[in-house]
């Protein structure tokens, strides 16, 4: 593992995390940051030792995939071109693991949210429209309480967090022995 790719991959953790950030508050994404994830992931790419004609075909599945969904508003538009950013990121092997990754992180807030917005609607809290210098506690509980649609970028971050954790794990251990690094 390289200092350039770890530069690039803590630059795409940095971008995910700003991503989550703006999905939580504003409920989108924006392009610039997909852009950003998607640039550092296609230079680790083309940085790694062996150069895979699988990563774009990959990620033309995930935008195929996750493009359905957009269409059918299952996912919002943002979140689908995050999620075909990120394929860059890792090598074809990884992809898999990176996605199920991302799809237990958002199971998890999916649950949250249910249990939010079932406890809330249970002790009689309606949906109602919130002061506009509202905390995001009190936001949040508000978008759970009216069933909103989740900010699935948090999801998307905390996946590849949880990935990059468990692949540079071994790339660590890697310099000081003979086992090898798969980023």
Do not use: H
């Amino acid at each position: 593992m390289t200092w350039l790719s770890i530069l690039l991959i803590f630059a795409a953790l940095v971008t995910l995390a700003v991503a989550a950030a703006c999905d939580l508050k504003d409920r989108i994404i924006p392009d610039a940051l997909v852009l950003t994830v998607l640039f550092a992931g296609g230079a680790l790419r083309l940085t790694a030792a062996t150069v895979s004609w699988l990563t774009p075909i990959i990620g033309l599945l995930v935008f195929l995939a996750m493009s359905f969904q957009a269409a059918r508003n299952i996912v919002g538009g943002g979140d689908a071109k995050m999620m075909t950013a990120v394929t860059f990121l890792f090598p074809p092997q990884i992809v898999p693991v990176t996605l199920v990754m991302i799809a237990l992180a958002g199971g998890i807030l999916s649950g949250a949210y249910l249990a939010a917005g079932c406890a809330l609607r249970s002790r009689g809290v309606r949906a109602a429209v919130v002061p506009p210098r509202a905390g995001l506690l009190r936001v949040e509980a508000a978008r759970a309480v009216a069933g909103a649609p989740l900010p699935f970028g948090f999801a998307i971050f905390a996946g590849v967090a949880v990935t990059v954790l468990l692949e540079t794990l071994p790339c660590f251990s890697a310099i000081y022995s003979s086992t090898s690094c798969s980023l």
